[in-house]
């Protein structure tokens, strides 16, 4: 796996599915969550000290899904979370769900504004910039 892509292993609990059996769609965005939280990990820090030690928020400013298939119960989802691109104060992540099969099930993208604890527009930090820059192979 490279380096600047997580991948994070889920298995679907029958609470995140709707009447018919299939995962109801907003579980997706909680699942880019994870996905997001895990590849910051990866990445050496985590979301919880860009906020506490840097008062540094990743604020989602837009949120995309492409459903490809549906997603049932006892499901085993591999979430794959890489980072698309990296700007000042923009963050964009992509997303692919498979089933461990390798079915494709969703792509998405989400867009983070970085903003401070009053949820002004900030520059990310350079230790975050620095490690986003590499993964996204910028100098």
């Not at 679907?12 to 994870?34: C, L």
């Not at 980072?83 to 099969?101: T, W």
């Amino acid at each position: 796996m490279n380096a600047s892509v997580n991948e994070t292993r889920i298995r679907v609990r029958y609470a995140e599915t709707d009447q018919m059996g299939v995962v109801y769609h907003s579980n997706h965005f909680i699942w880019f969550e994870v996905g997001r939280v895990e590849l910051l990990r990866q990445f050496g820090f985590s979301y919880r000290d860009m906020e506490s030690e840097d008062r540094c928020f990743i604020a989602v400013a837009e949120a995309k899904c492409r459903y490809r298939a549906p997603v049932r119960y006892d499901d085993e989802v591999v979430i794959r979370t890489r980072l698309l691109n990296v700007r000042e104060s923009v963050i964009h992540f992509g997303y692919e769900l498979c089933r461990a099969d390798g079915l494709l099930l969703a792509e998405g993208e989400t867009t983070h504004i970085v903003t401070d604890g009053n949820m002004k527009i900030m520059a990310l930090p350079e230790k975050y910039m620095s490690v986003f820059r590499a993964a996204v192979g910028k100098s």
